[in-house]
């Protein structure tokens, strides 16, 4: 009698303590899972925030290297720069707002949304600029607009890789 007990506790105590030490390792999963997924939202977020202000960031540089190339190209007085510049930065925050309200939304409205932001900003340039100044900048764009085309020609080219028709 006293070997039976003595062997049914043995068992018991055993069994217990395998299953004590498996729901640890479980747990412990479970837990070093959580953390993990923490710590990576964590950075993820941090890293977004960094990326937000580095966008900013290249948004102003952008802004100013479009002042700068147009001033120049159409010489463009003080005053003249400080007026396209507010057009600049109005346009870009009104671009950036449309940015983050159509998230999931029709891609044909939002490209209708940004065509009118882009009509209201050519307005606005058109008033400050003179005849000429403005009739340069229409030149300048639509070379710009060519050698764009031109460029996007040549990627197509490309992306044949090497099939002939």
Not at 59 to 65: E, G, K, M
Not at 78 to 97: G, L, N, T
Not at 119 to 129: A, H, P
Request: glycine share 8%; net charge positive; no cysteine.
């Amino acid at each position: 009698m006293k070997k039976q007990l003595f062997s049914l506790a043995l068992i018991l105590g055993l069994a217990g303590s395998f299953a004590g030490s498996s729901f640890a390792a479980d747990f412990g999963k479970d837990h070093d899972k959580d953390r993990r997924a923490l710590r990576q939202d964590r950075d993820r977020d941090g890293r977004q925030d960094k990326g937000r202000k580095q966008d900013r960031k290249d948004d102003a540089q952008r802004r100013q290297q479009r002042l700068d190339r147009m001033a120049k190209e159409l010489d463009l007085s003080k005053k003249q720069q400080e007026k396209v510049a507010k057009i600049f930065q109005d346009q870009q925050q009104q671009m950036q707002a449309l940015r983050g309200r159509s998230q999931g939304a029709d891609r044909g409205a939002r490209m209708a949304d940004a065509k009118r932001i882009r009509e209201t900003g050519d307005k606005q340039l058109k008033d400050v600029l003179s005849k000429k100044q403005y009739a340069q900048f229409e030149a300048k764009r639509q070379e710009r607009l060519k050698q764009m085309q031109q460029r996007h020609g040549q990627h197509d080219q490309r992306r044949d890789f090497g099939r002939r028709s």
